[in-house]
């Protein structure tokens, strides 16, 4: 449910729709190309995109450098993408 500035009031699970009501300026919360490309799953990638900065913030509270936290994340994407292949 989301609300905005005069009161209107807006319930959907859509990811993209969320994001085009949030005022965000970070162009990775933008969800137009997500649709645009592939029409779905905009949701999910917004909730592992979360969870990952989640993940990531909590590795830096505890002295980790974001540097480190990066190359660990690219990684972990290698080693997908190679398990895929």
């Known amino acids: 449910m989301l609300v905005d500035d005069i009161g209107d009031v807006t319930i959907t699970n859509d990811g993209a729709t969320i994001l085009k009501m949030l005022d ?3 162009p990775a919360a933008k969800a137009e190309l ?3 490309e592939v029409g779905d799953g905009t949701t999910f990638v ?12 909590d590795l830096v509270k505890n002295k980790i450098h ?6 660990g994340y690219r990684m972990d994407i290698q080693q997908l ?5």
């Open 34 to 36: 997500q649709d645009r």
């Open 81 to 85: 993408v190679g398990s895929l292949a």
């Open 46 to 57: 917004v909730i592992v995109a979360a969870e990952l900065l989640k993940r990531a913030n």
């Open 66 to 71: 974001p540097t480190s936290v990066i190359s």
């Open 24 to 26: 965000v300026e970070l």
